[in-house]
């Protein structure tokens, strides 16, 4: 059964950082390409960014908002998709899902972490 | 890359049909059979409905369709059931980013 947990949702201030992760199981994570989308609260959902999997290159691409200031990295040996967000706006609040993309498709989607920037 | 377009809100008595449309451009609807619909309730996160325009996942029941022409695609539950209250969103690739649409309510009156 395919599985993804993210974690390291937080309240932080603006111009601060934060790390999410996404721990994946149930599929062959080395393989899999990956994405971060966000939705703020009561609003839609808006694509962040996406990560080959390294055996087609390990390129990201980011959404306009967010490029600059976010990085997504993985870790193959841990399964583990990571968001870097750096100098963190108001507008960056939302619920934060890690989904596996295929074929502009997302498959399978976590449950989600909360991310609020607030002083 | 802007929102594809939804209309808020929907609805449809149990038994009824009920079709959501998602109109964009010709850089990422009208560009690429990479439409997909997901489905949301309340809480949750979103769940994969439609695929490559008019693919349904495993699981997913018959009910739900898909459909293109154009820079439009559209969504179509039909037999509404009260489980299929919830909010819709369209997705398309974009050659390269990822689109969105706006969503829309689904109400089962």
């Known amino acids: 059964e395919v599985q993804l947990v993210e974690s390291g949702g937080d309240l932080v201030k603006p111009g601060g950082s934060l790390r999410l992760s996404c721990t994946a199981s149930g599929f062959t994570f080395r393989n899999a390409w990956m994405s971060w989308v966000r939705q703020a609260p009561g609003k839609g959902l808006e694509w962040v960014g996406r990560?080959?999997?390294?055996?087609?290159?390990?390129?990201?691409e980011y959404a306009a908002p967010v490029k600059g200031r976010f990085t997504i990295s993985s870790d193959d040996s841990k399964s583990t998709l990571y968001l870097q967000m750096n100098s963190l706006k108001t507008e960056d609040t939302a619920i934060y899902y890690c989904?596996?993309?295929?074929?502009?498709?997302?498959?399978?989607w976590g449950q989600g972490t909360l991310v609020t920037v607030s002083s | 890359q802007s929102a594809l377009t939804q209309p808020p809100s929907a609805s449809g008595s149990p038994g009824q049909s009920v079709t959501i449309s998602c109109t964009g451009t010709s850089s990422d609807v009208g560009g690429y059979n990479y439409v997909s619909w997901y489905q949301q309730h309340p809480g949750k996160a979103p769940k994969l409905m439609i695929y490559?325009?008019?693919k349904r996942p495993s699981g997913v029941p018959d009910r739900f369709s898909g459909s293109k022409s154009g820079n439009a695609a559209s969504l179509t539950v039909s037999g509404l059931q009260a489980e299929d209250e919830a909010d819709y969103y369209c997705?398309?690739?974009?050659?390269?980013?990822?689109?969105f649409g706006t969503g829309t309510k689904v109400t089962v009156l």
């Open positions: 997705s398309s690739y974009a050659g390269g980013p990822y689109v």
């Open positions: 989904t596996i993309v295929a074929s502009g498709k997302f498959d399978y």
């Open positions: 490559d325009v008019s």
């Open positions: 990560i080959k999997s390294k055996t087609d290159g390990g390129a990201t």
